[in-house]
């Protein structure tokens, strides 16, 4: 698959250099509670190694989706430490948070969509952004929606299109531009079977090309097959599932070896 993505559009000075580190994320003795209610992430230790693929799993309401936030730098920890590409999020200067943020692609559980914008609009906005030339844009933009099989609705409003239809129009929106780091939220959880694996297959795509990938997901199906490592979270907790021995279920120490290697190849794409 040739679409994701064309590197000469930006070139290797497109990251900054500040943003070399082997840890894409990491996370130290974090803890989260909404308002006064009880943690709901606890204790929560884990490293993300440039280049790595996990998926996160854990049942509806374990803190999928809140762990995903703090990674997107939607909310801060009650307590602890969050870095982002080597940059510890406390600490980081307000005004410098907006250009760590623009280098993770984020799909949302709910999509949140641009609903007066066209599919393509959608698609085409983080390129807009980053001052991409429409010329430019349009083949990109045209090229990823037909893999996500929507050819034929690009011109078509978010609340026209089905449930699934508006996910591969926000997973599109999350890759165009070639995150840094992806965090998805349930991408497959409205498409599906044959266009779930499409649709991890894109992910994995872009991983070739060196993005640090997050999947969180019900599927169980679709984590035993892939064979990517598996993040679990229950009670409050994070553990790393070991594919060889599942039941091991090790807990991610303070300190640990990043949960996947570093691959030296992976990052000279970035
Ligand atoms: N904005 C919020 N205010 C209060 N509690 C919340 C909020 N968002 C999530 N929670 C609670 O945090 C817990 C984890 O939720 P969430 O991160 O959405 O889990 P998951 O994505 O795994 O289903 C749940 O108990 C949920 O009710
Ligand atoms: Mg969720």
Known sequence: MSLLLNPKTYGPNFLMSEFNTNNIVRFENVGLRYGFGPEVLQDIYFELAAGSFHFLTGASGAGKSSLMKLMYLAMRPSRGTVSLFGRDIATTPRSELPALRRRVGVVFQEFRLLNHLSAFDNVALPLRVAGVRESELKGQVEELLAWV??????KARPP????????????ARAVIARPRLLLADEPTGNVDDRMAYRLVHLFEELNRLGTTVVIATHNQQLVD???????????????????SDKTRQSKIK??????????PEVLDYL
């Open 254 to 263: 303070p300190g640990g070896r990043p949960i996947a290697p570093f691959d």
């Open 160 to 171: 026209t299109l089905s449930g699934g239809q508006q996910q591969r129009v926000a997973i």
């Open 149 to 154: 099989d929507l050819k034929n609705h690009m």
């Open 225 to 243: 097959r892939l064979g990517h490592p598996e993040i679990r979270l229950s009670g409050g907790q994070l553990r790393l599932l070991e594919r």
